[in-house]
């Protein structure tokens, strides 16, 4: 007789869908300040002339309308590419084996953040516009890109609104090339642990929301420190006035600022993603749990 509980969503992908939508707008809404502080201290303008610590929830109506179709692009695909590699491979599943290995998670992760960036790059666009003091609200940041239709063209408008796409992807990939075998393999870490401790034959155990989530704190906080630069780089971009290539934009900060200048925002970046990854990864953990009846 099979006694394994009868999971809420048979599909894993609409598991993903869904967990990826709830994670991605919890931790989006739940840190905005910080990131809206972490835009503000890398702005070119200065972060007192960005706004400082005045208005920092301008933008979020952004943040709202993006973040759960780009979380669940990425975990929609990331599981799904996973999973293709393993089944690939000719390789059991079961969580906390590591069966489909750091480099399947490296590819998966990268994909899913492309994927992503499709719905996170004009979004990251209007949002960071508001956030440094550019429009008051998001809405006035869309309006003012979609407005230029009449003047360029509807190209431009779309360059506009994917302007940063190139250094957004060099910036998330590398990013969760890091996080996201960290956060895999010390899952299968604790799982391989607890077998050996508690449950020798046991295929059965899963990892919980809160071991998820410290594990995403810790591996979201040494990603987000490895990538500070291209964040910085990502946020000038998108910010400039004019269009400008990622090389004259980093010549110009390396001469005029200094290399410092490309740790900028450093301290909230870190703490934000280190939260962030906790409460990212906790929730999509929970929810997925919840969804798969484990």
């Not at 431009?156 to 302007?163: D, I, S, T």
């Not at 990212?280 to 919840?290: E, H, P």
């Amino acid at each position: 007789m099979d006694t394994r509980p009868t999971p809420l969503v048979d599909s894993p992908y609409l598991r993903s869908l869904i967990a990826g939508g709830l994670a991605g707008t919890t931790v989006d809404i739940s840190l905005f300040p910080l990131d809206t502080l972490k835009t503000r201290l890398q702005s070119a303008s200065g972060f007192r002339s960005a706004g400082g610590f005045r208005g920092v929830y301008n933008g979020i109506g952004s943040a709202v309308v993006g973040s759960a179709p780009g979380a669940a692009l990425f975990f929609v695909t990331y599981e799904g590419v996973k999973e293709y590699l393993t089944v690939r491979n000719g390789q059991e599943g079961g969580e906390g084996e590591g069966e489909a290995g750091a480099g399947a998670h490296m590819l998966a992760a990268s994909l899913g953040e492309i994927a992503a960036c499709v719905v996170r790059v004009p979004t990251e666009v209007v949002k960071q516009r508001a956030q440094a003091g550019q429009h008051p609200s998001s809405l006035s940041a869309l309006t003012g890109i979609l407005a230029q239709r009449h003047t360029h063209g509807l190209r431009h408008v779309w360059r506009e609104l994917y302007r940063g796409w190139g250094i957004t992807v060099m910036r998330e990939v590398p990013f969760t090339v890091v996080q996201f075998p960290l956060w895999e393999g010390m899952k299968a870490w604790s799982v391989r642990r607890r077998r050996r401790q508690d449950h020798p034959t046991s295929k059965d155990i899963t990892t919980g929301a809160a071991e998820s989530a410290l594990y995403g704190s810790i591996s979201g906080a040494v990603a987000a420190g490895l990538t500070t630069p291209l964040d910085v780089l990502k946020t000038r971009l998108m910010l400039a006035r004019e269009r400008e290539s990622v090389v004259a934009i980093t010549t110009r900060v390396w001469r005029e600022e200094g290399s410092k200048a490309f740790f900028s925002g450093l301290g909230p970046r870190t703490m934000w993603i280190s939260i962030g990854g906790a409460v990212f990864l906790g929730s999509y953990q929970w929810a997925s749990n919840l969804l798969a009846g484990t």
